[in-house]
């Protein structure tokens, strides 16, 4: 696996919320290998958190997933996800809200109805993460995201597919 951060230099706190552990959760969620992890890249002026390409394990199709992290701010990170979803096959909110998600969504179905109806009808998946003490971590999946086969294409695609030898018939 190859990771590419375009802020390098500078920390960020959200950044932690992908490890290794999210990282194996999404790959046993999708049945996939991650192949590639672009960190805060730009697609059509936005930034994305991260972009994942993996390589599905029974065929060897690549799939790209979208990654809002989000420590607190919930409905940020619903606009900013429903923003970007075209441009992928999968996408998720990642937060450690794990123990007030059902405040968060309360808040959000209070002050943005329609808000929470756009996450749910384009299909934006989230995932909380338990950070243990001991370095351990716990994910739940909260919302699935389903599969977009129509994804806008973006400029790092036809690298990425070079990069890892993809056989024609793959979908991005």
Same mark, same amino acid.
């Given at each position: 696996?190859?990771?590419?951060?375009?802020?390098?230099?500078?920390?960020?706190?959200?950044?932690?919320?992908? @490890?290794? $552990?999210?990282?194996? /959760?999404?790959?046993?969620? $999708? @049945?996939?290998?991650?192949?590639?992890? %672009?960190? $805060?890249?730009?697609?059509?002026?936005?930034?994305?958190?991260?972009?994942?390409?993996?390589?599905? *394990?029974?065929?060897?199709?690549?799939?790209?997933?979208?990654?809002?992290?989000?420590?607190?701010? %919930?409905?940020?990170?619903?606009?900013?996800?429903?923003?970007?979803?075209?441009?992928?096959?999968? /996408?998720?909110?990642?937060?450690? =809200?794990? /123990?007030?998600?059902?405040? =968060?969504?309360?808040? %959000?179905?209070?002050?943005?109805?329609?808000?929470?109806?756009?996450?749910?009808?384009?299909?934006?998946?989230?995932?909380?993460?338990?950070?243990?003490?001991?370095?351990?971590?716990?994910?739940? *999946?909260? %919302?699935?995201?389903?599969?977009?086969?129509?994804?806008?294409?973006?400029?790092?695609?036809?690298?990425?597919?070079?990069?890892?030898?993809?056989?024609?018939?793959?979908?991005?």
């Amino acid at each position: 696996m190859i990771e590419k951060n375009n802020w390098e230099g500078k920390t960020i706190y959200e950044d932690k919320l992908l @490890n290794k $552990h999210t990282i194996s /959760f999404i790959e046993n969620l $999708h @049945n996939c290998e991650v192949v590639k992890i %672009l960190r $805060h890249f730009y697609v059509k002026d936005k930034e994305i958190d991260v972009i994942l390409y993996c390589r599905t *394990l029974n065929k060897g199709l690549i799939r790209k997933i979208g990654i809002e992290l989000k420590e607190v701010d %919930l409905e940020k990170a619903v606009v900013q996800a429903v923003e970007r979803r075209d441009f992928f096959n999968y /996408f998720y909110i990642i937060t450690n =809200a794990y /123990f007030y998600i059902g405040e =968060a969504f309360r808040k %959000l179905v209070l002050s943005s109805p329609n808000l929470l109806k756009e996450l749910i009808t384009k299909s934006v998946g989230m995932i909380s993460v338990i950070e243990y003490e001991n370095g351990k971590n716990e994910c739940f *999946l909260i %919302l699935p995201s389903k599969f977009k086969r129509d994804a806008v294409e973006i400029e790092t695609d036809r690298k990425i597919k070079e990069f890892i030898g993809e056989r024609d018939e793959a979908v991005l």
